[in-house]
């Protein structure tokens, strides 16, 4: 069974471009939320969609957007790219249901310069 | 509201000797709790779950975790440490529907020879 693929795995863009985030969840997995890890700031909730709908959303600027497709698949994207746009952004899926639990993708490793 | 006090955010051991990671969490109602591993460069792996059955959790690699609802607290622990549990270790709220997951802060063990 495949796991949580997200692509690609390294990014560098330049200050002010824009960048969009692939992530493919398990198969059968409704549920796909994204994060942020950086040193200083940890783990944050960017937003969680769940079948095509953004179901909870964390606390970013507008600049982060996602969605998600009727596959479950679903694209993550940051705007007018900042310098501490720099991160692991992680994605998860799940079935979406209480007490089940995430299964994460390896991230993207995004550079801004 | 939830939330998650990871009480250490670095635990160190010797291989061979027990680990023990203390984890807090605050939930208005009966929470679901996880316990994931990150290692280097790598996404998340879920190492265990509760969600309201055995208050004894048992994980992979050896890893455990006990829900005592009195204590508040979900400590993951392991009999004997091994180098490969060097890791970064994150402690796990969700609630109603998985939508609200709330990360620790994160530990990191380090297991010396």
């Known amino acids: 069974k495949a796991g949580v693929t997200q692509t690609p795995r390294y990014l560098i863009k330049t200050r002010g471009q824009q960048v969009t985030l692939s992530c493919s969840p398990i198969?059968?997995?409704?549920?796909v939320s994204w994060y942020q890890q950086t040193p200083g700031q940890g783990l944050q909730f960017l937003f969680e969609?769940?079948?095509?709908?953004?179901?909870n959303k964390g606390n970013f600027p507008g600049r982060f957007s996602g969605r998600q497709f009727s596959n479950s698949r679903s694209e993550m994207n940051v705007s007018t790219l900042e310098l501490g746009d720099s991160a692991l952004y992680l994605c998860?899926?799940?079935?979406?249901?209480?007490?089940?639990?995430?299964?994460f993708g390896s991230g993207t490793r995004l550079t801004v310069v | 509201a939830q939330s998650v006090t990871q009480l250490d955010s670095h635990v160190s051991v010797s291989e061979g000797t027990p680990v023990l990671l203390r984890c807090n969490y605050s939930?208005?109602?009966?929470?679901?709790l996880f316990w994931y591993v990150q290692h280097p460069n790598k996404g998340l792996q879920l190492l265990l779950k509760?969600?309201?059955?055995?208050?004894l959790v048992k994980g992979i690699n050896g890893f455990e975790a006990e829900f005592k609802k009195s204590e508040t607290s979900f400590h993951l622990t392991k009999p004997s440490a091994h180098m490969s549990d060097a890791a970064e270790y994150f402690c796990?709220?969700?609630?109603?529907?998985?939508?609200?997951?709330?990360f620790g802060a994160g530990t990191r063990l380090t297991v010396k020879p």
């Open positions: 998860a899926s799940s079935l979406g249901v209480e007490g089940h639990g995430y299964t």
């Open positions: 198969s059968g997995h409704r549920s």
């Open positions: 969609y769940f079948s095509e709908t953004q179901r």
């Open positions: 939930s208005s109602y009966s929470p679901s």
């Open positions: 509760y969600t309201s059955a055995a208050t």
């Open positions: 796990v709220v969700s609630g109603f529907n998985n939508n609200d997951m709330r």
